[in-house]
């Protein structure tokens, strides 16, 4: 038997984006623990396909809006070894206008979106530093340039790119820290909005005229962490809408 192979975290990796991202790091060489909220079955999906792929994946079921979640994360993984990869994925929209907008629907996006990645961050660090590895944040070309989901989707994902920026500079030259910004994807957090929007994103505001597929963006995503020079970096990947 050889050496296993290094060893990569994936929050949010039961479907969407995050199973693209385990899918790709089994191709990559990584043993995977990803986590998910509470959909057993797709979580199920995601293992089976990475043994299809001949690698090895292992889901943690975790709310990352509860610290418990993060901690349940950090204890998987610490049976495992130590990480050389976080992907910091899991993300909600909490949808909504200013108006609407209520203390739970704001407080819900900066747990899921914002504090779980920066504690799962503090609790991976020390291996993150011994196997001199890799963070990449999921934000959004909204947090680039004011979102299409309203303020609580729209800060969390700005405030995520912030949180690059500054663990970029802190944990260097150790650990390199950059951040993605997909435009719409083929997921059902892009398909559950409104279809008259989808329909003006894609054709009208976008050169490219096309939406992603979670597996372009996990493959830059991978691509990003692997570039040696590259910290503190953000990949803004939305076919050319906010350039
Ligand atoms: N799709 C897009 O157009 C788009 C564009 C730009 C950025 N993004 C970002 O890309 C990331 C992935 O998006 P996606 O489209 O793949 O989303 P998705 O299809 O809605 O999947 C969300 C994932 O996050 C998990 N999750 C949700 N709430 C959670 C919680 N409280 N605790 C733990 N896990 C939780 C879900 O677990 P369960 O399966 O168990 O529910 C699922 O694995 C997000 O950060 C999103 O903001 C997406």
């Known amino acids: 038997m050889g050496e296993p192979g290094p060893l990569a975290v994936v929050t949010g990796g039961s479907r969407g984006i995050g199973r693209a991202f385990v899918l790709e790091a089994i191709r990559r060489g990584y043993r995977v623990v990803f986590s998910y909220r509470h959909r057993e079955a797709d979580a199920r999906e995601t293992i089976r396909r990475a043994s299809e792929l001949g690698g090895e994946a292992v ?10 979640g993060v901690e349940a994360v950090a204890a998987a993984v610490a049976a495992r070894g130590a990480a050389s990869l976080l992907i910091n994925n899991a993300g909600v929209t909490e949808e909504c206008r200013l ?3 209520t203390r739970e629907t704001w407080e819900r996006a900066v747990a899921i979106n914002l504090t779980a ?24 070309d909204g947090g680039v340039a004011g979102s299409l ?3 609580p989707y729209g800060a969390t994902k700005a405030g995520i790119i912030g949180l690059t920026k500054t663990l970029a500079r802190e944990l260097a030259p150790e650990v390199r820290c950059n951040a993605i910004a997909p435009g719409p994807v083929a997921t059902e957090m892009w398909f559950a909005i409104d279809v ?3 329909r003006r994103v894609v054709e ?9 597929q979670p597996a372009d963006v996990a493959r830059a995503g991978l691509d990003v962490c692997s570039w040696p020079d590259a ?3 953000v990949v803004v990947l939305d076919g050319g809408r906010i350039m």
């Not at 504690?119 to 963070?135: D, E, K, Y």
């Not at 009208?204 to 992603?212: G, N, Q, S, W």
């Open 59 to 68: 889901s943690v079921r975790a709310d990352l809006a509860r610290p418990e």
């Open 196 to 198: 008259e929007v989808q």
């Open 99 to 101: 108006a609407e907008m």
């Open 204 to 212: 009208r505001e976008t050169p490219l005229r096309r939406i992603a």
């Open 149 to 151: 989901h309203g303020p």
């Open 231 to 233: 910290t503190g970096i």
């Open 117 to 140: 990645p920066a504690f799962l961050a503090q609790a991976l660090m020390p291996g993150l530093a011994t196997n001199r590895g890799a963070i990449l944040n999921v934000s959004s």
